[in-house]
């Protein structure tokens, strides 16, 4: 593990923070000054630099150190370095690389803003998810706020719109969502640029692709409390062509993948005489806390419709409704998205929120006893011509569509919160 900050024998603490303007000569006088040691593990480390790298310490070969996660990379030393140096330019304090015995671990940066303590992690390497919640809830349990940088080399635009981008598992944990905005957003830092990138409202299109806005600045022309600021940019100008030609994409492609829990889908499509490709109009479409399944939209969106299908003219509650739900989960054809920073919400409020889409568009009704019942006939396309053509005219009814104007601020901004209340959980913003 690659090291700004040691312990000489006699307990001073040494940083090499800015160690690269110092002279050759002040180099070789520290080095004289060996040994130093970590101190997290107090065993001795090497005062290493040259003329393509930053000098650190490192520990020997053969040795172990209880705070060491994975190897650290010259983009992972630098990165933490410009963190440091742009919270102590704002007056924040802050500590390199403290140890925290309780929970043996080491922040890149551990700072105090206002009456918070925070934990700066800039994460450049990918790491298992147990790992991941492992760090994360040790923070936690300090009562220390956790924040995760991305390396700005693990996002990748997919296509020339600039919000197509490709998300893994992996990068999905480190999206946050601050009490300021409901909007989640995944941060990125590229120590080639000095720039930060915010990746705001990804509005997943697969378990893998989601269009999204992303925005860059200089990280000096930011300060925490900006970085930390509600950020509610315009959805892109393509957004909606963008969705429905992917949405297109997935009507062709997606029975060409027969893995156990395709299979099980397009079991459950074909019993009630739904080809796959042609699942009705009204299901796959953006909603504000889609984000909260991993399963693709037109799949999960098909499922809240089925039992309506199953069942024509019957009523079901939201209870019933979410129960449906929770066994498609449990028998692998539904996955919900895990994201530990974005507070208590999970795909129960992405139900709900679907569920009173339909409702503003007159597809479901709710009557005596908080039922449920499907009023308006689902649209199924019988060829490509005739979803182009469907799909236009429901887009062209949400947009006229008067009560549906908080759905679009709603994509714009963040979920109104008002239909929250049906799913049986309390929600929380994320910190």
Not at 78 to 92: C, E, H, N, Y
Request: hydrophobic share 40%; proline share 8%; glycine share 6%.
């Amino acid at each position: 593990m690659r090291l700004f900050v040691a312990l000489l024998a006699d307990g001073t603490v040494l940083s090499l923070v800015g160690a690269e303007r110092w002279s050759e000569e002040r180099l070789a006088g520290w080095k004289r000054r060996a040994p130093f040691f970590c101190p997290a593990c107090r065993q001795e480390v090497v005062l290493r630099s040259g003329p393509r790298r930053l000098p650190h310490f490192a520990h020997r070969k053969g040795t172990a150190c209880p705070a060491e996660h994975e190897p650290e990379s010259e983009r992972h030393l630098i990165g933490k370095r410009d963190w440091f140096v742009w919270l102590t330019a704002q007056g924040i304090e802050a500590k390199l690389e403290p140890y925290l015995p309780a929970i043996r671990q080491r922040p890149d940066v551990l700072f105090r803003h206002q009456w918070h303590l925070y934990a700066l992690e800039y994460q450049c390497s990918t790491i298992e998810e147990s790992v991941f919640y492992e760090r994360n809830d040790g923070y936690r349990r300090l009562g220390i706020r956790p924040l995760w940088v991305l390396g700005a080399h693990h996002l990748r635009r997919l296509s020339t719109p600039a919000g197509d981008v490709a998300l893994s598992r992996f990068q999905w944990l480190f999206a946050h969502r601050f009490s300021s905005s409901s909007l989640p957003h995944i941060w990125y830092y590229s120590t080639e640029t000095k720039r930060f990138i915010r990746l705001v409202r990804p509005l997943p299109l697969s378990v893998r692709r989601a269009l999204a806005t992303i925005d860059s600045v200089p990280l000096s022309s930011l300060d925490f409390t900006a970085l930390t600021a509600a950020c509610h940019p315009p959805l892109p100008p393509l957004f909606w062509e963008q969705w429905l030609e992917k949405k297109k994409q997935w009507r062709r492609t997606f029975p060409l993948y027969p893995n156990r829990a395709t299979r099980l889908i397009c079991s459950d499509f074909y019993q009630l005489g739904i080809v796959p490709a042609l699942f009705p109009v009204e299901a796959g479409w953006p909603l504000p806390r889609g984000y909260l399944w991993e399963t693709a939209p037109f799949i999960w969106q098909t499922y809240v419709l089925l039992p309506f299908l199953r069942a024509p003219g019957q009523t079901m509650t939201m209870a019933q409704l979410l129960r449906w739900m929770d066994e498609k989960i449990r028998t692998g054809r539904l996955v919900p998205r895990r994201l530990p920073l974005v507070g208590r919400d999970n795909y129960r409020q992405a139900v709900a929120e679907y569920v009173h889409w339909l409702r503003l568009l007159g597809y479901l009704q709710r009557e005596a006893g908080e039922r449920l019942r499907l009023v308006k006939p689902l649209t199924f396309p019988a060829t490509v011509e005739d979803m182009l053509r469907q799909e236009g005219r429901l887009l062209e009814t949400i947009r006229d569509t008067p009560a549906l104007a908080a759905y679009w601020r709603a994509l714009e901004l963040a979920p109104s919160g008002k239909h929250e209340q049906k799913t049986g959980k309390e929600t929380r913003n994320g910190e």
